[in-house]
Each structure stands twice: as C-alpha cells, then as structure tokens.
C-alpha cells in the first residue's frame, strides 16, 4: 500500500506540526505503508520522509524540476521521480498511491487536497481521503466546507468523502477497513 501526504515545505510556527509530521512518517514505515510525498527535504516534507526512512520505510518523491533546487530535492529517498510541472507532479502522485492524507501546510497544501477531493467528486478516483487536524489546524476549513454544505455548495455525499481526525493511526485504520 502507498499512502500519499501532503504537507509544508515550511515548518509551521508550533514545533507540533513537525512532531506530527514524524509521527506520520514512522507509523507508514511501521505499517509497512510507502509514502508518497511532495518530493523535498525541507519543512514538514523533509520531516516526514527522514521519518519515515528512519524507521525502515520506503519513500516516493514527487517534484517539479522548477523546485528541485528551490525545495531542495531530497537526496535520500527510496525513489524519487522529477516531473515537468505541478501537474504533473500531482497526477504521478495521484497514480502512484491507494490513499491519500493531508498535514498542516499552506497553499500548495490546500490545492493538492482539494484538487484530489474534486478527482473523487466527479468520479476519476475512489480513494479515500484523510485530514490529520493537529492541534485543530483544520477547524476553520472544516467549518467552511460543512458552511457550503448547508448553502448547497457541496453535496452532502461528497462531504462525506474527507475523513478528519488528529489522529493519523485512525485514519489508516478507516482506509484499511473501507478496502476490505
């Protein structure tokens, strides 16, 4: 199985975001799961994916040429593939993984979880989706998505398609049981 996460290429102000970002990468690498990732050394990507290679685990970079020096391509992963544009990188990313997860991050952060959102709603994918909401981080956004439930923006089904919890281990657990 390979799980895909998005996160930061910053570290976030509180140290509980990279702490999270660590768990992640160990619990994958313990549950024999591959992470698939953004590709970079830097914030919570880095973080992650030094966790998860520390823990015995195998990792899958993704990364535009454009931010190869800019991100600081990570040098020690299991395989890491350079690609064209953020496109691209988020359709290899796409291919590549069963499940796919969101960390705290920012803009680019938001764009993969609510482009690979939209590739479920209109039925190019059945994945499931997860929000590890640390410390609350995702609040807002989960109240403005119930908000455009109820204003008949989003139709409730597909609200129903992002599991959240602070919790990354519950929501693989959720993945795993919806695949069986």
Not at 39 to 61: N, R
Not at 112 to 133: C, M, N, S, Y
Not at 171 to 179: G, I, P
Request: hydrophobic share 45%; glycine share 12%; with cysteine.
């Amino acid at each position: 199985m390979r799980i895909c996460v998005f996160c930061g290429s910053q570290p976030g102000r509180s140290q509980r975001y990279a702490a999270a970002a660590a768990e992640t990468g160990k619990l994958l690498a313990k549950r024999g799961i591959t992470l698939v990732y953004g590709g970079a050394s830097v914030g919570t990507m880095g973080t992650i994916a030094d966790a998860a290679l520390e823990a015995g685990g195998e990792v899958v970079g993704v990364i535009p040429t454009s931010m190869v020096d800019r991100e600081l391509a990570h040098q020690g992963l299991t395989e890491l593939h350079v690609v064209a544009s953020m496109h691209e990188r988020k359709a290899l990313m796409a291919e590549l993984s069963d499940g796919f997860l969101a960390l705290p991050g920012g803009a680019g952060t938001l764009d993969e979880l609510f482009e690979i959102w939209t590739w479920a709603q209109i039925g190019l994918h059945r994945k499931p989706i997860g929000i590890v909401d640390t410390d609350g981080f995702y609040q807002p956004l989960v109240e403005m998505v119930d908000h455009m439930v109820i204003e008949g923006f989003i139709r409730p089904g597909y609200r129903d398609f992002i599991s959240v919890d602070s919790d990354p281990a519950k929501l693989l657990d959720k993945f795993a049981a919806e695949q069986n």
